[in-house]
């Protein structure tokens, strides 16, 4: 008779599950000249950023955003797309696409719509952009990671720089 009730609650019991968002956030530091996009994931109610990140980074809602940031050399203006779950592009648990990044009408060296902080099996995807314009020089980092998992995180990331003069 105990198998009995235990297969019965079982089959009543709710379920658990993970639940899982991938999104982005910014910030814009006017005094320290530093404009970010970074890939944040919200797992569990706990939210994660791609790379260690500030504590004053916002969160992309859905919907599109114009993000504009005025440096003491430079204006940085970001078009991001924030989709919800299930929207596509291989994607079940959001999707951010940079549509726009430019520095002082100076467009950076991406491939516009990108893929931000979301890929499909077997693509590196795109988890931080910096860019510093303290002087008159622009540098722009981009950060990617060859993939996310619970027990990891993103991993292994890899950066690169370019300089804007």
């Known amino acids: ?7 019965l609650w079982l089959s009543v019991a709710p379920a658990l599950a993970d639940s899982i968002a991938f999104g982005a956030a910014s910030r814009c530091d006017r005094e320290q000249g530093v404009f970010e996009l970074v890939g944040r994931v919200e797992a569990n109610g706990v939210v994660l950023f791609a790379t260690p990140a500030p504590e004053d980074l916002t969160a992309l809602e859905i919907g599109t955003r114009s993000l504009t940031c005025q440096l003491p050399h430079g204006k940085v203006q970001a078009v991001v797309r924030v989709y919800g779950g299930s929207s596509g592009e291989c994607q079940g648990a959001e999707l951010a696409i940079v549509d726009h990044l430019s520095v002082s009408k100076r467009k950076l060296p991406i491939a516009a719509p990108l893929s931000f ?3 499909c ?6 988890v931080r952009f910096t860019v510093r314009a303290r002087k008159a020089d622009v540098v722009v980092e981009r950060c990617t990671a060859a993939d996310w998992t619970w027990e990891a995180g993103y991993a292994p990331i890899a950066c690169e720089r370019v300089t804007l003069r």
Do not use: F, V
Request: without cysteine; glycine residues 6%; positive net charge.
């Open 1 to 7: 008779m105990r198998p009995l009730i235990l297969l």
């Open 117 to 119: 902080n979301w890929s």
């Open 121 to 126: 099996p077997g693509q590196t995807m795109t």
